[in-house]
């Protein structure tokens, strides 16, 4: 098979070229969709219900939320682990599923199942899922903050931050969702504007009301009533009653009851009404002084880069549509860490492919072979791109940080090293240049010579890689990908050598060609040569400084200290504290 593939290339030289060409078109187009980040994404499959539950203790949390959830949530395919957590005004089910599951699917059948366990929970509980993210999914964060030099700002900070609190939630929060990839928009900090009603229980006491006599009272008067349609004269006219109140001084107005006075008795009677908040569980600080910040989520599975990106110029938009001295200011931007990263592995990347290069032109002695083998690292890089968009493997340090191009090249150097070898040796044998017919013949024996031994040479290291694709769980996750995409590119490389490398030595590799050493090869070889001689001499003296050599680095191993992941140092950090 591997004799035929050389054979069929040769002789299709021009459909060689054009699947080349067809490589590189697809490769570019595939390194420009390729998703990249810093590091991958280990995070499991997972789906979190979050129900508010405003007024019970987490004791009575856990017994009438958390529980029945629970309950109603077991047995789920796929799932690993159910974990819950009830705290004050909050109940949270985590569930966590294995690597292969449909997302999406397994969040509808949560929702099937919500609907049924939401008819045994308290009344007005309502469980929801949180947005379709990850654990990495935070990708931007902002602050929302009033210009130093504005006039137009509230007085006092309370009503600063009631006032920034909701242009984050009125008008930046809606705009920022509808980002291409972003899942959810969250909101810290700040005080939530509320209209506060502050009964006197004495006076309700002296009036003969309750509180839930005075609550509901309020309740009818926030809700409009529809009373359908009148047809008159061929026209529909639709009735309601607008009885909605919307400001404080319309709900200290509303009557609670008239018995035999001639004025009824109002709200502002038996209550203060005005301006609060709601209480809070939470703050954000930015600088050391209390501020509202937002959060981006990204929708898992996305492009963080070019996530975070679109979420940037979409606030620079957005902050064209604020008020006047209000101002969006950026605290953390995602696609800074993946530039600095994708910025440390092209650097090492091209000067690894530089080193080869260079190697190459120095060693091999002629400068059209050795750029013909060069060509073999973007190609090869093409390929494994390729491959990653397919297979959907993100670009991060990892994956392409473990690119080794001397493994690339290997058998394109075997290949066009032996190529050059016939072609020299044929030349001096006929003491002439070799003519076209001459050559195509020569090419095809001498990469029929070491197309077998050069396939199997690749395919072993190849295997090497191979165990690592078992691996499950973080494991997996964090070094699959550096896997495959080594295979990738070993796959290119190996096909390019096996086609492309004998069809360009066919057209390029005419002339005078002469196989001899340069200076540098002869160095080495002069002082190789009386090494090998002296290691010949002394067999036992050589074998046992290697056993005490392999002895001593098992001991040095086990004193070896250890990282899951390499050390980043890109230039941006996230402090988040927690008490």
């Known amino acids: 098979m591997v004799l035929k593939t050389v054979e069929f290339s040769l002789r299709q030289r021009a459909l060689v070229l054009l699947a080349t060409l067809v490589l590189i078109g697809v490769g570019v187009w595939s390194a420009l969709r390729l998703p990249i980040d810093a590091v991958p994404d280990i995070t499991n499959p997972q789906v979190l219900v979050n129900t508010a539950v405003p007024a019970l203790a987490p004791e009575e949390i856990e017994k009438l939320v958390t529980l029945p959830l629970e309950i109603q949530m077991a047995g789920l395919p796929g799932m690993m682990e159910l974990r819950s957590l009830s705290k ?41 899922l949180a947005p379709i993210s990850t654990a990495l999914g935070e990708i931007f964060y902002y602050s929302v903050e009033f210009a130093t030099d504005t006039t137009n700002k509230p007085p006092t900070r309370y009503e600063q931050l009631q006032s920034l609190k909701q242009i984050q939630e009125y008008v930046i929060s809606p705009l920022l969702r509808a980002t291409p990839g972003v899942a959810e928009v969250n909101t810290s900090g700040g005080h939530e504007r509320q209209i506060v009603i502050m009964p006197d229980a004495a006076r309700l006491a002296s009036v003969g009301l309750s509180l839930d006599e005075l609550a509901h ?22 009735i ?83 008020p006047s001295g209000v101002e969006v200011r950026p605290l953390y931007n995602r696609s800074d860490l993946v530039n600095r990263t994708l910025h440390t592995v092209e650097k090492n990347l091209f000067e690894g492919a530089l080193l080869v290069v260079v190697v190459l032109f120095a060693l091999l ?64 044998e006929l003491g002439r240049e070799l003519t076209a017919a001459e050559r195509f ?105 290697a056993v005490v050599l392999f002895g001593s680095s098992l001991f040095v191993f086990t004193r070896l200290g250890a990282e899951f992941i390499p050390q980043l140092d890109e230039g941006t950090m996230l402090l988040q504290f927690i008490r």
């Open 88 to 128: 004050f005004g909050l109940s949270q089910i985590r569930m966590t599923f294995e690597d292969d599951v449909d997302l999406y699917r397994i969040r509808q059948l949560v929702s099937e199942r919500l609907l049924v366990a939401a008819e045994k929970l308290p009344p007005d509980l309502q469980p929801r």
């Open 217 to 238: 009272a309020i309740s009818e008067n926030t809700e409009n009533v529809g009373g359908g349609l009148v047809e008159i004269g061929g026209e529909q006219i639709v």
């Open 240 to 322: 309601r009653a607008n009885s909605r109140v919307s400001t404080t001084e319309e709900i200290a107005q509303l009557p609670l009851k008239f018995a035999a006075s001639a004025q009824p008795l109002l709200v502002q009677d038996v209550a203060q009404v005005g301006i609060g908040s709601g209480y809070r569980t939470g703050a954000a600080t930015v600088n050391g002084t209390e501020g509202v910040v937002g959060g981006a989520l990204m929708l898992a599975g996305g492009n963080s880069r070019i996530v975070a990106r679109d979420v940037a110029a979409k606030l620079a938009h957005i902050q064209e549509k604020l």
């Open 365 to 428: 002695g002629n400068l059209r072979a050795a750029f013909i083998v060069a060509l073999a690292i973007p190609l090869s890089m093409l390929f494994a791109l390729t491959g990653m968009v397919e297979s959907r493997v993100s670009g991060n340090l990892m994956s392409l940080g473990a690119i080794d191009f001397g493994l690339i090249i290997d058998g394109a150097v075997v290949m066009v090293e032996n190529i050059i070898r016939h072609l020299a040796h044929k030349q001096k």
């Open 441 to 545: 013949d020569e090419v095809r024996y001498s990469a029929k010579e070491v197309a077998n031994p050069m396939f199997f040479g690749v395919l072993i290291i190849t295997v090497v890689y191979v165990p690592i694709l078992a691996l499950t769980g973080i494991e997996g996750k964090m070094f699959r990908p550096m896997a495959l995409t080594v295979i990738f590119a070993l796959a290119g490389s190996l096909a390019l050598a096996l086609t492309l490398m004998p069809v360009l030595c066919s057209y390029f590799l005419r002339g005078t060609i002469k196989e001899h050493d340069n200076w540098l090869v002869r160095f080495f070889k002069a002082l190789y040569t009386p090494l090998l001689a002296w290691a010949l001499r002394f067999k036992l003296a050589v074998v046992a400084a």
